[in-house]
Structure formats: structure tokens, C-alpha cells
């Protein structure tokens, strides 16, 4: 990814969250450079779109939407310096935004997720999921404003599915691009002295996948009493500024778990998740044994 090749799509609908989105984008386009697309997503069933409204009037509307959409944008994204595309669409909301990032070839499709646990908000982070786990470019969820302008820790959760290769893949190339370290962490709550040393031995073949690339590598391995409680606590911790996680393609596979990795990270974590659904056979990745 590159000036050249980064085009990041970002879903608006006037909430803070969609702020959040917004200022993760500008901050992307300041470290890499490229362009970006806005898409404020209105549903068919608005009165406009009946018979009562002439086309005129639509386009009329639409118009001024996405005049709002573009002076909205703008208060957060350079238009002097970064080539925006604003743009207002009917339809319904996932999968007009899953199809727009195929049309436009994004790079990446970054939005802001809500955080309290009404309905309301449940049914946003269904979408937010929804989006994660069936785009076919990387998505990077924040649930508050990126707290700076720089990316020098990324944290890269590690556990015994091949998928976690994958994603290390992913932390190289980011690190390379920010000039920044990879965090490998695993976290373990068994006293099986087998997980502990699976892990470990996957843990020092990532990290030396990871120093063969010249990327500066930390790595952890932590016994806690909760997975999930232990990342997050690292990552407060140690300052992280971006994670990578990679999940399933299949939505009934993650919803099929409440408390999956990936929607404890979304919902849980202070900091960016880039999630990636794994599409690079792993032994074409890493000349490791399987674990």
C-alpha cells in the first residue's frame, strides 16, 4: 500500500462514531498518502423516493446531501491535500458499503463502532461485524478518536491457528510502512505444559520471521486469568496504536460465539483493530511446521 494504490473508504451517518472514522482516515492518508471515499449510506424506504417526489426533485436532494456530506467530511479530512469523494447511495446499509468497496477497490474500509449495549447500538455492532467479516479488503474498526499522528506500536495477538501467520504477514508490511515495532503477544490460561510450549515455539518463528525483515520485534507470552482481558491489558499497557487480528469470512461462524476474539476486540479494545480475513495458503507464508 502506497500513495498510488491507498484508497480508503470511510461509512458516515453524522454519529460521532463516524467522526472516529473520519479522523482515523486523515490520519492514514497523512502517514501514506492516497485518497479517499465518503458514503453516506440512505435507506429505499425514505418518502423521497416515492411517487409523490420527480426525478428532478431527487437529484435536487441528493444534491444537497452529499454538499453536506462533502462540508461534514471536510472538517476532518484535507480535501487541499487528499484527492475526497464524497458520495450519497440508496440502499441498504452493509451491503451497499461492502459493494462500494469492491467497485472502488479500497484498500482498507475504516469506521467508527458504538460502545454502549442498548439494542440500539447491539444492532450497529452487528453491522460493524457484519462488514468485518465479509469485505475482501482489510476493515479498521475504532470505537474512539486515534490518539495521534503516529503508528509506533502495533500489537499482534498471537494463538495456535494458522491464521495467526497470516496476520504477521500483515504487521511486517504496516511496520515497514510506519516505521514502527510489532508486539507479538500470546496469552494462555491452561496449565498444560503442551499449549505453553506449542505456543512458545510458534511464537519464536513468528518472531524471527518478523527480525528477518528487519522490523524491530517484542514479544510476550503471558499466563492470565481471561484471554481477551490479558490483550487489553497489554495494550493499555504498553501503549499500543494499532492491532491486527484476522477473522472468519463466514458471519454464522463468529456469530456463532459470543465471545469470540474478534467481537471482544471491537468492542473491547482503546485502540484501532485492523481485521483481515486470511486469503494466502500458509505454507506459501512461513517455512514453519504446522502447529
Request: proline fraction near 3%; charge should be positive.
Amino acid at each position: 500500500m502506497d500513495a498510488t494504490t491507498n484508497h480508503i473508504l470511510v461509512p458516515v451517518d453524522y454519529s460521532d462514531k463516524s467522526v472516529f472514522g473520519l479522523q482515523m482516515a486523515a490520519k492514514l492518508l497523512k502517514l501514506l498518502g492516497g485518497k479517499v471515499t465518503v458514503i453516506n449510506v440512505v435507506k429505499g424506504v425514505d418518502p423521497i423516493w416515492s411517487d409523490f417526489f420527480t426525478d428532478q426533485e431527487r437529484e435536487l436532494w441528493l444534491s444537497k446531501l452529499t454538499s453536506h456530506l462533502k462540508q461534514f467530511s471536510g472538517k476532518y479530512i484535507d480535501a487541499s491535500k487528499f484527492e475526497m469523494n464524497c458520495t450519497v447511495v440508496k440502499g441498504k446499509l452493509c451491503d451497499t458499503i461492502l459493494k462500494t468497496a469492491e467497485e472502488i477497490n479500497a484498500s482498507a474500509i475504516v469506521m467508527g463502532t458504538s460502545t454502549l449495549n442498548n439494542i440500539k447500538k447491539w444492532i450497529i455492532g452487528t453491522n460493524a461485524l457484519r462488514i468485518v467479516t465479509e469485505a475482501k479488503c482489510p476493515v479498521i474498526t475504532l470505537k474512539q478518536a486515534p490518539s495521534s499522528d503516529a503508528i509506533r506500536r502495533i500489537i499482534l495477538p498471537m494463538d495456535l491457528s494458522k491464521e495467526s501467520r497470516e496476520k504477521a504477514v500483515k504487521a511486517v508490511q504496516w511496520a515497514k510502512m510506519f516505521g514502527a515495532e510489532i508486539h507479538v503477544v500470546s496469552a494462555y490460561t491452561t496449565d498444560d505444559d503442551s499449549i505453553f510450549t506449542r505456543l512458545q515455539n510458534q511464537q519464536n518463528q513468528v518472531v524471527k520471521f518478523i527480525e528477518d525483515h528487519k522490523v524491530t520485534c517484542i514479544a510476550h507470552l503471558l499466563k492470565v486469568n481471561d484471554t481477551v482481558d490479558g490483550i487489553l491489558d497489554y495494550v493499555v499497557k504498553n501503549q499500543g496504536d494499532i492491532m491486527v487480528i484476522t477473522t472468519h469470512q463466514q458471519l454464522e461462524i463468529v456469530n456463532s460465539f459470543l465471545g469470540s476474539f474478534a467481537k471482544s476486540m471491537m468492542r473491547g479494545a482503546n485502540i484501532p483493530i485492523f481485521s483481515m480475513v486470511p486469503t494466502i495458503k500458509h505454507n506459501l507464508i512461513f517455512k514453519m511446521p504446522a502447529t
